[in-house]
């Protein structure tokens, strides 16, 4: 027969939308012609393909080929066709039956030799054909990534000539490994953070209810050391959660670490970073830094440093959690629900309220520092803390250590099953309806509430925020409602501009 069909899976975001690679042999001069919107290295397998079929010692037929990648208006790019491709030539040539490709779906990148190459996005691509109920062959360079999928027929192959015995029924390929089990590597203990015990409060309350936090302070005193051990007492990732991230991860380009698969990721850009690097993009659009943080901590240090425009996409994802990206050929979505941790110094040499006096900075100059963030983007963030220094006690190397984080790490767990029993998420993305029904305040409460409104000129969504920040806090303390010393404590976390007030400018 001088027709056949393979399926495989193309890559577009984190999906992977079925892709038939369709081969017709013809009679005429010995040619290979192409469709279906092939980007250059998907024309550039012609080659790759023709000489790994001739070393396998196969015969490539004489023919005049023409392949069809449907649906032809959607883009195609990689290696990941070279596979299907010679499978549906041999095929299509007698080499191989058939009808024995109708059950199975195809991906991986051919060497010159005929050896299989690992590519990006296997993971997308092997949960879909899980879904579809089909089987799959990938690389054995994608083997562990792709027994994330957990697939019962995931089958992996060295070589091309491997393929071929398999689906002639010569020899069988090994399955990928469904029962890896991973070591987490070790994450950084909040015991090493010494002292800011009402820092430490608010990455707890910040950890149990998934707040945004912003942490303002002069260099030294602790907010990168802090920030970074976020992770380490935040509820460990569902297996949902867990193969989420890793199928981000995996068609980022930028490699799957395994040994960090249940553990939430972490990520901290460079404040020189574009927007684009945080949003995610180009001409085949990948995930940016705020997608890789997906489920867990995206941190951003000097964020006054940070030019405007890339700030300013954060703004959209901290409220819908999701990115979308649109270029000219195509568009994609990715998930970004992370938890913003932010930290920034009080002023441009970084000393303005510290009790050593260095500061020099004029009024001006400390307005225009601060000016760099937007408000629409501070209101967004539901935690903000002013840190001081440390005393020389407190630093001593003798002076006693911090809580650990597997005792904050309990409560924190304690407090999320609490808000996933009640609405299903934690606090911070408590809907208008859910804080109706769970943040229901008492006249007294409703009249603090208010009091903060008005002296600190908070927006409704502030104001909803100090609500779900107080929902939390009440959660830690195992209280069914929000009594007066949640509210207070919640509405301090967004007195910044106040406890750090710029002196008035002299006449």
């Known amino acids: 027969m001088s027709l056949a069909l393979v399926h495989s899976r193309a890559k577009s975001g984190v999906q992977a939308p079925a892709v038939r690679v369709e081969v017709y042999l013809a009679a005429g ?204 007492i935040l509820p460990p990732a569902s297996d949902e959660e867990a193969i989420e991230n890793a199928a981000i991860a995996s068609v980022s380009g930028r490699g799957l670490d395994l040994t960090r698969f249940r553990q939430r990721p972490f990520r901290s850009p460079h404040h020189t970073s574009s927007a684009v690097a945080l949003a995610g993009g180009g001409t085949q659009p990948k995930p940016g830094e705020i997608s890789l943080a997906h489920h867990g901590v995206l941190f951003l240090d000097e964020l006054a440093e940070w030019d405007r425009k890339s700030l300013e996409v954060l703004r959209q994802p901290l409220e819908s959690g999701t990115v979308s990206i649109s270029r000219a050929a195509t568009s994609a979505d990715f998930p970004a629900r992370f938890q913003l941790v932010a930290a920034m110094n009080p002023c441009p040499c970084g000393w303005f309220g510290d009790s050593s006096g260095r500061c020099r900075c004029s009024p001006d100059a400390i307005e225009r520092y601060r000016g760099k963030l937007s408000g629409p983007l501070l209101d967004r963030i539901d935690i903000h803390l002013a840190m001081t220094r440390l005393n020389h006690e407190e630093l001593h190397l003798n002076a006693p250590l911090g809580e650990p984080s597997a005792a904050i790490r309990r409560r924190v767990i304690a407090a999320r099953a609490v808000q996933i029993q009640r609405s299903g998420g934690c606090n911070a993305h408590l809907s208008q309806a859910d804080l109706k029904m769970h943040c229901q305040l008492d006249i007294g409460n409703q009249e603090l509430l208010d009091k903060a409104m008005n002296a600190l000129q908070l927006s409704a969504r502030a104001t909803y925020r100090i609500l779900r920040v107080a929902r939390t806090i009440a959660d830690l303390a195992g209280s069914a409602s929000i009594g007066t010393p949640h509210l207070a404590e919640a509405i301090q976390y967004r007195q910044l501009d106040r406890a750090l007030a710029v002196p008035k400018r002299r006449l």
Request: charged share 20%; with cysteine.
């Open 29 to 232: 001069l010995p040619i290979l012609n192409m469709v279906g919107l092939p980007e250059a290295a998907v024309r550039e397998s012609r080659d790759r393909v023709r000489a790994a079929i001739s070393c396998a010692q196969l015969e490539f037929p004489n023919r005049r080929i023409t392949v069809n990648l449907a649906p032809a208006d959607l883009p195609k790019d990689g290696g990941r066709f070279d596979l299907p491709l010679a499978l549906g030539i041999l095929a299509a040539n007698g080499a191989i039956e058939p009808q024995a490709l109708n059950d199975y779906e195809f991906i991986g990148e051919l060497a010159l030799t005929g050896e299989l190459r690992a590519i990006d996005g296997v993971l997308p691509a092997a949960l879909a054909a899980k879904q579809a109920g089909r089987r799959m062959i990938v690389p054995l360079g994608n083997a562990a990534e792709a027994g994330l999928a957990r697939a019962k027929h995931l089958y992996t192959a060295r070589t091309l000539m491997d393929v071929v015995h398999h689906l002639r029924g010569e020899r069988t390929l090994p399955i990928a490994d469904a029962g890896l089990d991973f070591i987490d590597a070790p994450m950084p203990d909040m015991a090493d953070v010494r002292g800011q015990h009402s820092a430490r409060r608010a990455m707890e309350i910040a950890a149990a209810g998934g707040h945004h936090m912003l942490l303002i302070g002069s260099p030294g005193c602790g907010k990168t050391l802090l920030a970074s051990r976020l992770p380490g």
